[in-house]
């Protein structure tokens, strides 16, 4: 097998919201924090594979400087092609171990490693929270991901029972589609009890789903070790970091005990310098200075369905009437002020309860794109690009897109120099932060 599983087997990475410095800072805006102008910020990503993820960060933000490593010198230089074929010269891409990065690569405001600290070695785990805590700006915040404890219990037997299975093959592409077929017979079998039926079913359906590089080395890669919160949070203090926050933004006066109880299985934690003085009682008089977003819509049951599968129950005028509004803007951000009309004198307690919950996010960046339809329209470079070479493309909000085969054929005309024909066909195009 070669020196390096990722140019052999392709990990693509793709934009993640939750990685994007507008969500960092407003996680440490809320909890008292003076996080960079989203606009010029400093990025480090350790481990940005093909840039799917940084390339449309430093894209967006002109005014911004952004690094990238990763040790996979393939994914490199297809990321490096990316930022030449856009002509971005505010990002830098290099390939090399995250143990060797040191005070050349200069200071950050967000560092961000998705998917790395549960898939390394332990000397590798510590050498990425100690460059943190080196080349982390003073106010500067630090995105990890990792697989937790106590939800992952369950996917880690089935990952034990794959990896036994797959024992006596040494083929990547073999032992992936041995392991896919290993963990079919497991959902289809009946022998289960009906307890364990259950968890077993759903977590097949989610392994099933992946993409060959993602259960490749997600699942089946030779290190993969989940740890609890307060595992975690240890570890970092040890390196002079302090716990702020979860990415997607809802709290908890016990985020241990909230795992437990809620089971959680992934992580996306934040981490500043201990010194920094966090305010963890934030209120709703706060909510004034940010942005909201929500793709609220309706369900069957009538009840109305935002981010991560948070639904409120009808009948409640002023609220059905806010989250409406930020439906009909999504995925753009409204400003609190926009909001007024909508949510009166109890707006401010309205959007603090939607962001604890989870049902909306909140911002401090708004997202720069074009939002009426032009006489001539122009679509992203990065949005024209990505067009030529699949059906997915990255908004200006940092959100995936996928397109239809119709609207793959409009791209080439939306270059700025051809009058559009039909603006509702547009009109999408816009709403959904394409244009520029």
Same mark, same amino acid.
């Given at each position: 097998?070669?020196?390096?599983?990722?140019?052999?087997?392709?990990?693509?990475?793709?934009?993640?919201?939750?990685?994007?410095?507008?969500?960092? &800072?407003?996680? $440490?805006?809320?909890?008292?924090?003076?996080?960079?102008?989203?606009?010029?910020?400093?990025?480090?990503?350790?481990?940005?594979?093909?840039? %799917?993820?940084?390339?449309?960060?430093?894209?967006?933000?002109?005014?911004?400087? $952004?690094?990238?490593?990763?040790?996979?010198?393939?994914?490199?230089?297809?990321?490096?092609?990316?930022?030449?074929?856009?002509?971005?010269?505010?990002?830098?891409?290099?390939?090399?171990?995250?143990?060797?990065?040191?005070?050349?690569?200069?200071?950050?405001?967000?560092?961000?490693?998705?998917?790395?600290?549960?898939?390394?070695?332990?000397?590798?785990?510590?050498?990425?929270?100690?460059?943190?805590?080196?080349?982390?700006?003073?106010?500067?915040?630090?995105?990890?991901?990792?697989?937790?404890?106590?939800?992952?219990? =369950?996917?880690?037997?089935?990952?034990?029972?794959?990896?036994?299975?797959?024992?006596?093959?040494?083929?990547?592409?073999?032992?992936?589609?041995?392991?896919?077929?290993?963990?079919?017979?497991?959902?289809?079998?009946?022998? &289960?009890?009906?307890?364990?039926?259950?968890?077993?079913?759903?977590?097949?359906?989610?392994?099933?789903?992946?993409?060959?590089?993602?259960?490749?080395?997600?699942?089946?890669?030779?290190?993969?070790?989940?740890?609890?919160?307060?595992?975690?949070?240890?570890?970092? $203090?040890?390196?002079?970091?302090?716990?702020?926050?979860?990415?997607?933004?809802?709290?908890?006066?016990?985020?241990?005990?909230?795992?437990?109880?809620?089971?959680?299985?992934?992580?996306?934690?934040?981490?500043?310098?201990?010194?920094?003085?966090?305010?963890?009682? #934030?209120?709703?008089?706060?909510?004034?200075?940010?942005?909201?977003?929500?793709? $609220?819509?309706?369900?069957?049951?009538?009840?109305?369905?935002?981010?991560?599968? =948070?639904?409120?129950?009808?009948?409640?005028?002023?609220?059905?009437?806010? =989250?409406?509004?930020? %439906?009909?803007?999504?995925?753009? #951000?409204?400003?609190?002020?926009?909001? /007024?009309?909508?949510?009166?004198?109890?707006?401010?307690?309205?959007?603090?309860?939607?962001?604890?919950?989870?049902?909306?996010?909140?911002? /401090?960046?708004?997202?720069?794109?074009?939002?009426?339809?032009?006489?001539?329209?122009?679509?992203?470079?990065?949005?024209?690009?990505? &067009?030529?070479?699949?059906?997915?493309?990255?908004?200006?909000?940092?959100?995936?897109?996928?397109?239809?085969?119709?609207?793959?054929?409009?791209?080439?005309?939306?270059?700025?120099?051809?009058?559009?024909?039909?603006?509702?066909?547009?009109?999408?195009?816009?709403?959904?932060?394409?244009?520029?």
């Amino acid at each position: 097998m070669p020196d390096n599983p990722y140019d052999e087997v392709p990990y693509l990475t793709r934009p993640r919201l939750e990685t994007h410095p507008d969500r960092l &800072a407003a996680v $440490a805006k809320l909890f008292g924090m003076q996080a960079a102008p989203v606009g010029t910020c400093r990025v480090l990503e350790i481990g940005c594979g093909d840039g %799917g993820n940084l390339v449309p960060l430093a894209y967006y933000l002109p005014g911004s400087s $952004a690094v990238g490593v990763d040790l996979a010198p393939g994914l490199i230089a297809a990321a490096q092609t990316m930022a030449r074929d856009l002509q971005l010269s505010n990002i830098r891409l290099v390939a090399g171990d995250l143990r060797e990065i040191g005070p050349g690569l200069g200071e950050f405001d967000f560092i961000l490693a998705h998917g790395l600290y549960s898939w390394v070695p332990p000397d590798v785990r510590d050498a990425l929270l100690r460059v943190c805590a080196e080349r982390l700006a003073p106010q500067g915040i630090a995105f990890i991901s990792y697989n937790a404890y106590p939800g992952r219990h =369950v996917r880690q037997m089935l990952r034990e029972m794959m990896l036994y299975e797959i024992r006596e093959i040494r083929s990547p592409q073999q032992r992936i589609e041995r392991a896919r077929s290993f963990i079919h017979t497991m959902a289809e079998g009946r022998l &289960a009890p009906s307890v364990w039926r259950e968890l077993l079913e759903t977590e097949a359906a989610i392994l099933l789903a992946k993409d060959p590089g993602s259960l490749w080395h997600d699942d089946l890669a030779p290190v993969n070790d989940p740890v609890y919160l307060h595992q975690f949070v240890a570890h970092a $203090a040890w390196h002079g970091l302090q716990f702020l926050g979860d990415a997607d933004g809802r709290y908890s006066d016990d985020e241990q005990q909230s795992d437990f109880l809620r089971c959680r299985r992934f992580r996306e934690t934040l981490l500043c310098r201990e010194a920094i003085a966090l305010d963890r009682n #934030p209120t709703a008089a706060s909510m004034r200075e940010f942005l909201f977003s929500a793709p $609220a819509r309706r369900v069957d049951d009538g009840q109305i369905e935002g981010l991560n599968g =948070v639904r409120i129950a009808p009948g409640h005028a002023q609220l059905e009437a806010i =989250v409406s509004a930020l %439906g009909d803007s999504y995925p753009l #951000p409204l400003p609190f002020d926009d909001l /007024v009309p909508y949510g009166g004198d109890g707006l401010e307690e309205i959007l603090f309860a939607l962001i604890r919950s989870g049902f909306a996010n909140f911002h /401090v960046h708004d997202f720069p794109c074009e939002e009426s339809v032009t006489e001539f329209p122009r679509a992203s470079r990065l949005v024209r690009w990505q &067009a030529t070479r699949g059906n997915v493309v990255t908004s200006a909000c940092h959100l995936p897109v996928e397109l239809t085969p119709d609207d793959l054929r409009l791209i080439p005309n939306l270059d700025g120099a051809h009058p559009v024909e039909d603006p509702t066909a547009i009109a999408w195009f816009a709403r959904m932060g394409l244009l520029e």
